[in-house]
């Protein structure tokens, strides 16, 4: 009798064991559906330094001219990612700082330095005539304008720096003054996390 009392608690406490068990892995999950499908819970504090565009925008090089009035092409994107500074008007002081920040973040990257490209966006009929100055002051440097301000109008406002993923899509923008050390951190993780590019 004693034997049969001391089994049915043994079996007994395995069943509450193996509850216990699923119940620390299924928890978590009901959890999380419960905060991401029933309510409007997000985190108080992100990691990124940059403000995530939502939803993110597929963008074209379709219509953009290099230098010398070529076309970029449209898969320009594609592969890579790219960091964008886009300019109205003349290339001032904050305009070539933000070509600086804008190659001090590439170099940064170290082993994945390749994995990252840098484009200059312009709006206007015909390339300025400082375009091939700072194109020498910067080496590396993509250059490209659009005839119409309709062709590069998901990089609006001007006088950001915009992030594309590899895929093609805008997904980051930072104001001029950003950090430099803020876009080194979250474009490393990206290149971390990232299979593609």
């Known amino acids: 009798m004693a034997t049969t009392m001391n089994d049915t608690a043994r079996v007994r406490r395995a069943r509450l064991t193996l509850i216990l068990i699923f119940a620390m892995f299924a928890l978590p999950l009901v959890v999380a559906w419960v ?4 309510t409007d819970f997000t985190p108080g504090e992100t990691a990124n330094h940059g403000t995530l565009i939502k939803p993110v925008r597929p963008v074209t090089a379709a219509a953009l001219l290099d230098l010398k009035g070529a076309a970029l092409g449209a898969n320009y994107f594609k592969g890579k990612w790219t960091l964008v500074y886009r300019q109205a008007g003349e290339c001032g002081d904050a305009c070539h700082q933000a070509l ?3 190659r001090q973040v590439r170099l940064a990257q ?3 330095v390749d994995r990252v490209q840098r484009l200059l966006l312009l ?3 015909a390339m300025p005539v400082w375009g091939g100055e700072v194109a020498e002051h910067y080496p590396g440097l993509a250059i490209a304008r659009a005839a119409t301000a309709t062709d590069i109008a998901a990089f609006a406002p001007a006088g950001r720096i915009y992030l594309v993923d590899p895929v093609g899509n805008l997904m980051m923008e930072y104001a001029v003054d950003a950090v430099p050390r803020g876009i080194v951190k979250d474009l490393e ?4 996390v990232s299979y593609v590019g």
């Open 189 to 192: 993780r990206l290149l971390n």
């Open 123 to 125: 709006e206007g009929a």
């Open 110 to 112: 170290g082993k994945n």
């Open 35 to 38: 905060l991401n499908f029933m």
């Open 100 to 102: 600086y920040v804008l």
